[in-house]
C-alpha cells in the first residue's frame, strides 16, 4: 500500500524553525515529485514546495523563498522541509503528497497520494 506519512509539526515562536519530514512507501520514489502544501482555517490548500525525486529539482511558493529549504536523502523515501523565519501566516495543517514524475504542479488534482497532515502553528 501507498503510504505517505508527515510529521514534526508543533507550536513555535514567530522567528523560530521547525523541520518537517514525509515518510514515503509502497511506490518507486524515484519516479514521483514530493510537494508539500498547507491548508489555513478558511482558506484553500496551497502549494508550498517541491521536489523532483529523479533531478532533485526544487520549486517554492514565493511566500516561502528564501525562508523554506525542501531536501531529501538523510533517510531513505524521506522529503523534508526545513522551515525557517516562521511568521504567524505559516499557521496551516501541513501535508505531504506525490504525483509521478516531475514537478512543475501546485495543483491539488495533479497529486496522487496524500498523506495525513502535521499542525504548524506558529504564535508567541
Known amino acids: 500500500d501507498v503510504q505517505l506519512q508527515a510529521f514534526g509539526g508543533g507550536l513555535v515562536q514567530p522567528g523560530g524553525s521547525l523541520r518537517l519530514s514525509c515518510a514515503a512507501s509502497?511506490?518507486?520514489?524515484?519516479?514521483?515529485?514530493i510537494g508539500w502544501f498547507r491548508q489555513a482555517p478558511g482558506k484553500e490548500r496551497e502549494g508550498v514546495s517541491c521536489?523532483?525525486?529523479?533531478?532533485?529539482?526544487?520549486y517554492y511558493a514565493d511566500s516561502v523563498k528564501g525562508r523554506f529549504t525542501i531536501s531529501s536523502g538523510n533517510a531513505k523515501n524521506t522529503v523534508y522541509l526545513q522551515m525557517n523565519s516562521l511568521k504567524p501566516e505559516d499557521t496551516a495543517v501541513y501535508y505531504c503528497?506525490?504525483?509521478?514524475?516531475?514537478?512543475?504542479?501546485?495543483?491539488?488534482?495533479?497529486?496522487?497520494?496524500w498523506g495525513q497532515g502535521t499542525q504548524v502553528t506558529v504564535s508567541s
Open positions: 521536489i523532483s525525486s529523479s533531478d532533485g529539482s526544487t
Open positions: 503528497a506525490a504525483r509521478v514524475g516531475y514537478c512543475g504542479s501546485f495543483y491539488s488534482y495533479d497529486y496522487d497520494y
Open positions: 509502497g511506490f518507486t520514489f524515484d519516479d514521483y515529485a
